[in-house]
């Protein structure tokens, strides 16, 4: 919200009290941005092929280190020194000239090359003898689409119609301006279209930075996946290999403690040995078969059985 500095003016004087300090009193005069201090320079490319217009524009929207009559009524009241050139900007807009349609393409091409497009084009319909500022406009949309045109005419040469009819596919992205101008309308049209470009130029960024950074972190993310799968795949074949090795050696050992038992001449307690071996022989061959794969467990593709040690032999 930007308060009018002469409500402001109003406001401080019916508020202001011999205990408010003159700089306090200030400082809320020019609440929110001061009008002299321009935060942001919009580009701006005026087409036309007659220099005093040009000069024109320039005086109209270029700020001026001037202060209006309220601001020095303001720096009279408090007794305050008006602020330093320093804390001033020259210009609210860049503006560039082209004075024929060809050089106006030109113009618009190196912007966006430069990475530094044009926000709005003051274009002009009669500029002899090369294109008029409708062909202009045309060929000006193919090159950046997201231009913002204002088109100033007299009429002579096209109607409000005509102009509509030539520029239909583009009605969101321009406006006529009927000659001759009246300053405060080529100021506003220069602020409202130009902050619209700004915004949604500032808006395309941020989309573009949130989108460079959602490929960064996909791209760190299949890395993680293939790691994870390369380490799946070397745990996988380790499990293979120690389970198959593990199965082997205790099937041996129930094999031949089986023969052993068979052997009628074992005294009773080579017996309960042998009977031993086998019953621990089979209860690690059960937890072997039980053996979790880890990578089932990450998967969860798992059957967890519970299972009690037994000293009774295993069928």
Known sequence: MIVPISLRLKMVKSLWSPGS???QCFDFLYL???KWRVSVMARILIVDDEQRLHTAYRKILCAKNTLSHLDNEALDLFALEPPSTADKESTSHRLDSAFYGEEALDKVSDALREDKPYSMVFMDIRMPPGMDGIEASQQLWQIDPC?????CTAFADYSAEEIRRELRDHRDQFLI?????IPIVIETVATMLTSSNTLKFSLEQQLKKKSQEAEEFRQRLEAVQELSDFTDQ???????????ELRTALYAVLGYTE????????????????????NRSSYLLGLVRDMIDPTKARTEKLELKSWEPTDEPIE
């Open 234 to 244: 070397v745990n996988n074949d380790l499990f293979s290999h120690l389970h198959h």
């Open 147 to 151: 231009l913002h045109i204002a088109i």
């Open 21 to 23: 300090s003159k700089e």
């Open 32 to 34: 929110y941005k001061p």
């Open 177 to 181: 301006l009927k000659k001759p101008f």
């Open 259 to 278: 023969i052993l038992l068979q052997d009628r001449v074992l005294t009773e307690d080579q017996q309960q040995m042998l009977d031993t071996v086998f």
